[in-house]
């Protein structure tokens, strides 16, 4: 079985974020740039599956500039078999997102795709609802267990009502949720051999994919402040505080 | 002019809080309003389908940004190729609206392009409505095959549900086990409270998946939030940094949940629940 997990660069998570002056957008500039957490653990869960004999060839892909090759050559030290960049310096809407990862889906002929559930600079939460939609696939959403059984799988789902389970016919589209698994570190040995690896870099432009252009972003803005908190020095004081709230 | 359709949960054939406020945000698109139920158990797949086929000619899609709108909502954007915008906390007009990013540490204005746009609305940006809406259950007829429901693990409680309650307390890594979260359980019952949790506290296993406060997990905003043994990550302020009054109580000065709490108690939480159940 072939897996496909679409990856993203993003912030990293431990970096604050601060919009910039302007209001264009937030600082990216000279700041630490990860793989999206939720991703690494979908990597996580298909390296697992192919420890396990499962899959047998895992594609990791990511859109964006040349700059994304770090994330890939991280996948590559992780244990992926095959990296691609499709590469566009355009920041794409979600169902553009869906169109090209459906393209390589396709072209990797995966049975299974497992990704993070939202991205965190974004937090859309989207691409791969919409990419199951585009596929006529099943979907499993933020998932916190996950178990192939012959052409199908079975999800544990975190949901606000407590845990729902999914039995899916695959082929699927999986996301990850944060108590999945626990992602490995990538072994030194491993992350100089992934530098010499081959990405497969295709322009976006190339694909001959509609790229909806419909959601203009206006303007990017700071969180309203908090008034300042005071001190309370004992439970009486916190009390005698909160008496009309309680 | 707008034309606004609704998708809301039943759960067991009973409205979830969530519909009156996606019924608020409609009120500020227009008038013509129509509200849509699925059963908790119909997966995604099918209902996605079942209303694909009859969004025609709606110009707002709305459900609430919880996992079951978020499950469904983005499916039937990619079937009807319509742009969704996740977690709506301001509308502006009929294509304008802002929505947080970066777990809520910006927030971005954006416009609109298409005839139809699907939105999930983040329920605690936007005060219930007062009306009881009239519903129109779906009957799911056509199973497309792709998945079943096996079962849903609920965690069943007397308690005021966490999204909507006026008091939520929280605790985190600092109860250190399952044993000692029964100490805020008292107190909640106490102050009528829902209890929630750290992601931290999860993963440890002190409570299940769903009392999970933060940008993972439940985004709550009540009156008073009270924050105890939690140290702060920005995926849990995500979850609670709109509620009105916070209150933290750590024993770590230099703990991040100071920064954004009203409120700030320095103190061993063993001592000060103890102390607070019985002075309450």
Redesign the interface.
Known sequence: MNILIPIKRV?D?KV??R?KPDHSG?VTENIKMSMNPFDEIALEEAIRLKEKGIASQLTAVTIGTQACQDILRHAYALGVDQAMLLETDKSL???AI?NILKAIADKTDAQLIIMG?QA???????????????L???????A?EVNIEGDSA?VV?????????????LP?VITT???LNEPRLAKLPDIMKAKSKTIEIIPVSDLGIDL????????????KP??K????????E??E??RD?? | MSKILIIAEH?NGQRQPAVYHCVMAAKQLGDDIKVLAVE?NV???NA?AYIAKLANGYTHILAPA???G??????????L?A?????ITEIHDAA?FSR???????????????KQVLLTIRPTAFEADKTEPEVEKIQITEDL???????????TSDRPDL?TAD?VISGGRGLQSKENFAMLERIADK?NAAVGAS?AA??AGFV???YQVG??G?IVAP??YIAVGISGA?QHLAGM?DSK???AINKDPDAPI?E????????DLFK?LP??EE??
């Open positions: 912030i998570y604050p974020v919009v937030v809407e979600p169902l869906g559930k965190i600079d974004d937090d859309n939460n989207q691409a791969g609802q919409i990419l199951a939609a585009k006529g696939w099943a979907q499993a959403c933020f916190s079975t789902r975190e949901v606000d009502g407590g845990l729902e389970t999914l039995k899916l016919q699927a949720d944060l108590r909806p252009e419909q959601i203009e972003i206006l303007e990017t803005t700071p969180p908090r008034a908190g005071q001190m309370v020095g004992s439970v009486d916190l009390l505080k909160l709230l309680m | 759960v908790a997966t995604a797949e996605a919880n996992t079951f978020k499950n469904i909502l983005p499916r039937l954007s990619g079937l190729d742009p969704m915008l996740s977690d304008t947080p990013i970066y777990a809520g540490n910006a927030f971005t204005k954006v416009k609109i392009k298409s095959g792709l998945s079943k429901f096996v079962k849903l693990e609920a965690h999204t008091i102050l992601r999860v993963d299940p998946n769903d940008q993972t439940k009156k008073l920005i940094k009054t916070i209150v100071f954004i709490a009203d409120y700030s108690l320095v103190a000060v102390e607070l002075k309450l």
